[in-house]
């Protein structure tokens, strides 16, 4: 009897034990939801949005505004696969969303790399195109570009 018990308890720690190894890596292989990218994503739009005010220290054009956005969430997208050690922002793991988006709330300009800071040829091409003078966050003691 004693012999018999120990086997089911035996069994039962095994069984535990299989449970535990396949919630783990369900835990660790399973990506975002749908629906949870899609929040990901959103946030990544709103985080570059705000940057991108933050960057310009005048007003610019719809157009330069928008190219700068765009850079921007480029540059956000890179940090968060970098972080959470991702291909693309849809395969961070599932049981991460919730530090991804805390973490996309996060992220400032000084946090991105240096080529995000600057304004790239073509935002350069577009300010020139327009006539506008640039003065960014990051333009030396505040001088015009463009």
């Known amino acids: 009897m004693k012999a018999q018990f120990e086997n089911l308890v035996d069994e039962a720690k095994s069984i ?8 783990e890596d369900l835990e660790n292989t399973k990506t975002l939801l749908n629906g949870e990218a899609k929040k990901i994503k959103s946030q990544v ?3 570059a949005y ?5 960057y310009f220290k005048n007003q610019v054009s719809d157009e330069l505004f928008h190219k700068k956005r765009i850079h921007l969430q480029t540059g956000i ?7 959470f050690d991702a291909i693309t922002y849809t395969t ?6 919730d530090e991804a988006m805390n973490y996309i709330n996060s992220i400032e300009l000084v946090d991105l790399p240096f080529n995000y800071l600057k304004l790239t040829d073509k935002q350069k091409e577009v300010a020139e195109k327009n006539q506008e003078k640039v003065i960014t966050l990051f333009s ?6 463009g």
């Open 16 to 23: 535990n034990t299989q449970t535990n190894n396949r919630l």
């Open 45 to 47: 739009m709103s985080r």
């Open 50 to 54: 705000l940057l991108a005010n933050l």
């Open 77 to 83: 997208y890179k940090k968060i696969n970098e972080y």
């Open 92 to 97: 961070i793991r599932h049981i991460d969303f």
């Open 140 to 145: 030396v003691d505040n001088r015009e570009i």
